[in-house]
């Protein structure tokens, strides 16, 4: 009976030595160490947002200065349209919404309609609309510091999930203003390595 039990412990603890030996002998998966596998994974970092604003109102170049990440948006994808607003360090700003049926299935756009030409018993109706608008703070803030893009065009020029670029042409006034007001307003925005809110259904 002793003997049974000595042969017994002693194959116990041989079967046990081979299964560790074996053990430290498989690879790791896809031929690497654990180690290695975090190491490359903390390598990999995301690109910063990067925004290039060139606008001109009547005229005027507008300067545009460091993109403000923390004030900016996501860009919002809605089953419709999409939609975001830039803003730099120094409070200037530039929202932009696009609206169309099949949206994504025709990029490019141009839209002609702009939302701010429209009476507001109407905003609901049109399903195709664009709306441009520019902020430009004054020391003391008014009303006219928005500028909105009244009649002319804008166009999605293209699109994928890390850059787009937009245009405009056309004729603005402050927001709130009368169409005595108008002047030329265009400019383009070239956005790239941007955050999406995918808010469609």
Known sequence: MKRMIITFLVFTTLIGALGC??????????????????????????????????????????????????????????????????????????????????????????ITQQTSALAPEDVYKVKTQSRLEVLVPSEYPVQGDAKVLYEGDVTLEQYSRSALTVTFQGKGLPLGASKTQLFPMEGKIVLENFEIYDARN
């Not at 074996?22 to 970092?45: D, F, L, M, R, Y």
């Not at 099949?102 to 756009?109: A, E, G, K, T």
């Open 21 to 110: 030996k074996n053990q430290e002998k498989q690879p790791s998966p896809v031929g690497q160490s654990p180690i290695q596998t975090v190491e490359k994974t903390e390598a990999v970092k995301t690109k910063a947002p990067k925004a290039t604003v060139s606008i001109n109102l009547d005229g005027q170049a507008l300067p545009w200065g460091v993109l403000d990440t923390k004030r900016s948006t996501d860009v919002t994808l809605l089953d419709n349209g999409l939609q975001f607003r830039l803003n730099d360090t120094d409070n200037r700003s530039v929202l932009v919404n696009l609206y169309a049926p099949d949206f994504f299935n025709q990029i490019p756009i141009r």
